[in-house]
């Protein structure tokens, strides 16, 4: 308010009225008081704007000492008062920071060593509340020898000036600790050590925790054994020792074979109690040397001694000692193993390719036969790269349009190819690759499988063999291949189903061909997914037969359409007499059971006319035509002649 205006009013008329109460209040305070002064804060409330007050009244008196005026200085410390009363909180937060830090602080005084602040968390290290501490020394709190020590080490800090860390057990209500402690010098403006800040941070579980992961990342969970981490450190340290020395060591890359059936058949919980007994045989026969958990069912060992001998011996020793039954949970369990082998220095530097070179010895063990052991040759490793670089290949592929297909034909069987009327074709996947040229899908289909392209790269066959079929003029059949792989991953049935729909072909067109694999790998599941398959429409092809098991109990368990008798036994038709028998009891059985009956193979007349006498249903082969872009059948599927037709009415 302007001085004009203020003049000549009372507080009354100027201030809101609880403010004039209070100023007046004030006013008579100092009239009443004995040294004449009167010094208070109060807020002053005037338009909505409120501030803080500082004044000191001080009376003026007459001649006669009477009271004549009040003077009177304010300030203004609405900023000086807020300000206060934020350092007033942050006290009050540091202080609740520093009790509820998870780590024991103390605060000690340099020059006598007293104790100024403890938080809640010293508690336990002090033994008393941390109020309590304060003014004390390590002296009045801990045992003459501990605190003789706690004394000397905070002097090793002090002396430093620095930070001084530690890690010491220390006895606690809660039994010994592991405790860290960090000792810091705060110095003042002189330069000279004033406090010295205490933190100590139980780390007993940390510590355990560390050691049980460093045990858990070089061991495996389940048998204990070292993993394959701590396989290759063993054996770096091993071509350590041998390095130079002209002394030889084996590695061993063993497989436990009947791991998955006993897996399949008897759970999981089973076949990891026959890891732990396996590893156990292995580190009895191995007495000593290093035996390591590799990865799911593969172990490793490191045999020194004169080679390839020792570790020949060695592998054959393993191998009687697993041979022997388990008895797991009371069942008897029969498992073997499959080994392969390198040798230091001849077929590696380091531990890296000594395991690559024993597992490549183990791949090809385990393509000779099960049960085998196989010591490491170097044209090994070639296949084993070739076959990796064609898997890198193949999986670029079908994106870069390598892929096609070749149709072959498939005809009613004839006593002549004339009399063998074309019923329809079987889809066989081609790969181009761009420097090797035609790869052969008995190479690559096996390298899909393992790898899980296949479901990638059947979706891809199966959509171009029903789209390719479905712009035929003649409603003829296309038989397409789906591999084992394709029920045990990916989505099978629903993969037909949405094909048929997206590319129009009528159901009954589309004939698969599985291999007993489907029902070899999972029984069940196998079963579930042709029954669904059917239910769709599609027609179910039996192919490869007599080539595998050829179990009886298949052909019973499904209703397949169709039958393939194996190639095998039709080249030998005219060669041995029990492939025509075989051949003659195959189609018996098939019609037996409803099921029609189609030869692959068929190269001959004689073939042919063998097959057509017997009662065979259909036959496929190169007599009847090679697998071949469909271009060249353009006039067996109904093209030449609706181009024919189309040129003749157009
Ligand atoms: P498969 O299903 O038994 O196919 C028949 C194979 O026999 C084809 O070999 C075919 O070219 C060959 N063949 C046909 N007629 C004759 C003949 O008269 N004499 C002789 N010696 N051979 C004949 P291909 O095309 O090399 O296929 C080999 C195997 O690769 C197939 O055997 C099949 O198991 C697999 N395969 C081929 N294409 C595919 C596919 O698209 N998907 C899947 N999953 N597998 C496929
Ligand atoms: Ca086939
Ligand atoms: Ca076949």
């Keep these: 308010m302007s001085r004009d205006f203020a003049v000549g009013r009372n507080a009354q008329e100027l201030f809101a009225p609880g403010s004039a109460a209070s100023i007046e209040a004030a006013d008579r305070a100092a009239l009443s008081s004995p040294d004449g002064q009167y010094r208070n804060e109060f807020e002053v409330d005037r338009a909505g ?67 100024l602040l403890a938080n809640r968390s010293a508690e336990t290290i002090l033994n008393r509340r941390r109020e309590e501490t304060t003014g004390l020394t390590a002296s009045d709190i801990f045992n003459p020898k501990e605190a003789r020590l706690i004394i000397a080490r905070d002097e090793a800090a002090i002396k430093k000036r620095g930070m001084i860390t530690e890690e010491h057990p220390i006895s606690t209500k809660d039994g010994l600790r592991l405790f860290l402690t960090r000792r810091a010098t705060v110095l003042n403006d002189a330069g000279e050590p004033q406090y010295l800040i205490k933190t100590h941070e139980d780390v007993t579980d940390r510590r355990q925790t560390e050691s049980r992961m460093a045990h858990m990342a070089y061991h495996d969970g389940l048998t204990d054994l070292p993993n394959r981490a701590a396989f290759l450190q063993a054996l770096t340290q091993m071509i350590e020792a041998c390095e ?85 949970d009371g069942r008897p369990v029969r498992a073997g193993i499959t080994t392969g082998m390198s040798v230091f220095p001849h077929n590696g530097a380091d531990g890296a390719s000594l395991l690559a070179n024993a597992g490549a010895a183990l791949f090809r063990a385990k393509q000779k036969s099960r049960g085998t052991i196989s010591l490491y040759q170097p044209e090994m490793d070639q296949q ?53 040229g035609q790869v052969s899908p008995a190479e690559f289909i096996p390298i899909a499988e393992e790898s899980g392209l296949i479901v990638e790269m059947g979706e891809w066959i199966l959509r171009e063999a029903c789209r390719e079929a479905a712009s035929w003029p003649k409603p003829l059949q296309v038989a397409v291949n789906l591999s084992p792989a394709q029920f045990m991953h990916g989505d099978v049935v629903g993969l037909v189903h949405s094909i048929l729909i997206e590319t129009g072909l009528a159901p009954g067109r589309l004939e698969l061909e599985i291999t007993e694999g489907v029902l070899i790998e999972d029984f069940d599941r196998g079963l579930a997914l042709l029954r669904r398959l059917k239910a769709l429409g599609v027609r179910i092809s039996m192919d ?51 099921m029609s009956i189609i030869a692959e193979g068929v190269e001959t007349v004689d073939q042919l006319a063998f097959l057509a006498k017997e009662g065979c249903d259909g036959v496929q082969g190169y007599l009847l035509g090679k697998p071949l872009p469909i271009g060249k059948y353009a006039g067996l599927v109904g093209r030449a002649e609706a181009m024919e037709l189309a040129l003749k009415t157009g």
């Design 49 to 115: 704007a409120r501030c803080m007050v500082a004044s000191i009244r001080i009376v003026v008196r007459n001649e006669s000492n009477k009271p004549e005026f009040l003077l009177i200085v304010f300030e203004d410390i609405t900023d000086r008062r807020s300000l206060s009363q934020e350092l007033e909180s942050t006290k009050k937060f540091l202080e609740l920071v520093v009790d509820n830090i998870p780590v024991a602080l103390i605060v000690e005084q340099v020059k006598d060593g007293r104790y």
């Design 244 to 328: 130079g020395t002209g002394e030889e060591f084996a590695v061993l890359c063993v497989d436990l074979d009947g791991l998955k059936e006993v897996n399949d058949v008897f759970g999981h919980a089973l076949g990891d109690k026959l890891l732990i007994e396996v590893a156990h045989r292995l580190q009895d026969s191995a007495r000593g040397g290093v035996v390591a958990r590799l990865s799911g069912d593969e172990f490793g060992l490191i045999i020194d001694g004169k080679q390839p001998e020792a570790g020949l011996a060695l592998a054959r020793q393993i191998g009687e000692s697993v041979a022997r039954e388990f008895q797991i």
């Design 384 to 436: 084993i790269r070739d076959r990796r670089v064609l898997h890198q290949d193949l999986s670029m592929a079908v994106k870069n349009g390598e892929l096609s297909l070749a149709f072959q034909p498939q005809g009613a069987a004839g006593h002549s190819v004339g009399e063998s009327e074309i019923i329809g074709f079987e889809a066989l996947a081609r790969w181009q690759h761009p420097v090797r």
């Design 544 to 594: 490869d037969f007599g080539s595998g098991y050829s179990s009886l109990s298949y052909l019973q368990a499904f209703p397949f359409d169709k039958i393939k008798i194996d190639r095998a036994f039709i080249i030998n038709l005219g060669r041995n007499p029990q492939s025509a028998a075989i051949v003659r009891a195959v189609i018996d059985l098939g019609h037996g059971l409803d």
